[in-house]
């Protein structure tokens, strides 16, 4: 004879969660000029990449006529493309900044003081930075105006750009 017992209990994890102290957007707020030299210095990358590429074409002595339309060029377009959406989707998206920000110390965060999401960074770039571009740039000088220093594209996505580093303490939640 055979005895069996079987005993179930329940597996406790404890979960951490990252909570943002003392998240002040007003005292945080990006300076209005920097964050036009973060835009500056993101532009200027991407515009570097193609003007090389024309002006290598051009110096190799090769037919003047195929400037445009060329191998050159159309590697250094590519390399715009791929360095526009790494530089203003992929590293906001791990990061929070872009090549400019992190230049200049700045940070895309939730209105809250979080990381934004994929989906709040497209909102913001897309939908945002297009709206500000018809405004005749009229969007980016609300971030001069308000308390907060936030932008068209920063209403529109819920995001604000910070000055400075968000400190954070580590919480354990139990789940079961």
Known sequence: MSARVERT???RYIKPEQVILNFDPERLKAPFLLR???MLIDYIILIAIPVISLLTYRLSGSDPSRLLNNTVTNVGWLIVV???VTNFFLLPLLMGQSV???LTGLRIVNTDGSSPSLGRLCLRH???YTLT???LGLGFLFAALNKKGRALHDFVAGTL???GQKQTVERNLEKE
């Open 82 to 84: 791929l360095l526009a």
């Open 161 to 163: 750009v910070v000055y």
């Open 126 to 128: 897309l939908l945002g």
């Open 36 to 38: 036009c030299g973060a």
């Open 9 to 11: 209990t329940s597996v």
């Open 133 to 135: 571009i018809f405004s």
């Open 100 to 102: 400019g920000k992190m």
